[in-house]
């Protein structure tokens, strides 16, 4: 009997704020890293408020040999500043960028030369040639501020066509808008592969507050079931292993490209996934 390829992993780190952070991260990474993670990416904050804390775990990452994404947002920036940082990650050994617009810190009025996550891609791929491998954002259940499913859909499509080379998706719970968004780009013969990003459920307000912040959906029955737990931490886990193996499962059996983890910094939920979905290699 042949047996299936083993569907590509990644996984997302965001920089830590301490050393104590950092040493915690370190051990989480070593745990995860049994999983042959194809790269490991970091996150930036807003108007790269962390990029020091973000190429320096991008550094760790990729001495512990491991390749490493940088996110890279480009909101407040100029381009002799995205010159400078593009320089720096090339000096580190950085093959892997995620392009973002990336959101306005508080009270930041509008600012940079570039308004567009597309605008950065082109201006990547202008300065550095094919010398990254760029990944953008995607969002299947549409972007919290797009004007409309069709202009968002057009915005990801210049993306596209400025030289992206994959997409990592924001994370969803229902399958159907994941590959709904994947035909809707199959048809404008968009090919690029769109890897969806996987949130495990851990905590109830933990992911609450992250959804209502960032515009993800959580189905009415996942909700109301996480409600209904009130501090139960014990059945929040159990039932969040559940409805997220359960989403991998489809996605796989779909022929999603692969799956991109968002940690939190955390190892026990994306071990417990990855051995339910026979993905733990260690």
């Known amino acids: 009997m042949s047996q299936t390829p083993r569907l590509p992993l990644s996984l997302e780190f965001f920089p830590p704020k301490t050393p104590e952070g950092a040493e915690k991260l370190r051990v989480v990474r070593q745990q995860l890293y049994g999983l042959k993670p194809e790269f490991c990416s970091v996150?930036?904050?807003?108007?790269?408020s962390?990029?020091?804390?973000?190429?320096?775990?991008?550094?760790?990452?990729?001495?512990?040999?491991?390749?490493?994404?940088?996110?890279?947002?480009?909101?407040?920036?100029t381009k002799d500043t995205v010159r400078a940082q593009l320089a720096t990650l090339k000096t580190m050994g950085v093959k892997r960028l995620v392009a973002l617009r990336g959101d306005l810190p508080s009270g930041y009025g509008a600012g940079g030369e570039f308004h567009y996550a597309s605008d950065l891609v082109t201006f990547i791929r202008m300065e550095t040639g094919d010398d990254f491998h760029i990944e953008v954002a995607a969002y299947p259940e549409v972007h919290p501020q797009a004007k409309s499913p069709a202009s968002d859909l057009q915005a990801f499509a210049a993306k596209v066509q400025a030289g992206a080379n994959s997409a990592i998706t924001q994370y969803f719970y229902n399958a159907d808008a994941y590959f709904r968004f994947v035909e809707e780009l199959d048809a404008l013969g968009l090919n690029i592969a769109v890897v969806p990003g996987i949130m495990p459920i851990s905590s109830s307000t933990q992911l609450m507050r992250f959804s209502d912040a960032c515009g993800a959906e959580i189905p009415r029955w996942i909700r109301l079931r996480l409600q209904s737990f009130g501090d139960d931490v014990a059945s929040i886990k159990s039932f969040g292993l559940d409805v997220v193996t359960d989403l991998c499962e489809q996605l796989r059996a779909g022929?999603?490209?692969?799956?991109?983890?968002?940690?939190?910094?955390?190892?026990?939920?994306?071990?417990?996934l990855c051995d339910r979905l026979g993905l733990a290699t260690a």
């Open 255 to 272: 022929g999603a490209p692969g799956l991109h983890f968002y940690t939190m910094n955390q190892s026990v939920a994306t071990l417990a």
């Open 43 to 48: 996150t930036f904050g807003a108007g790269g």
């Open 50 to 77: 962390t990029q020091e804390g973000t190429f320096g775990t991008v550094r760790s990452i990729l001495a512990e040999g491991v390749d490493a994404a940088s996110h890279f947002s480009c909101i407040g920036a």
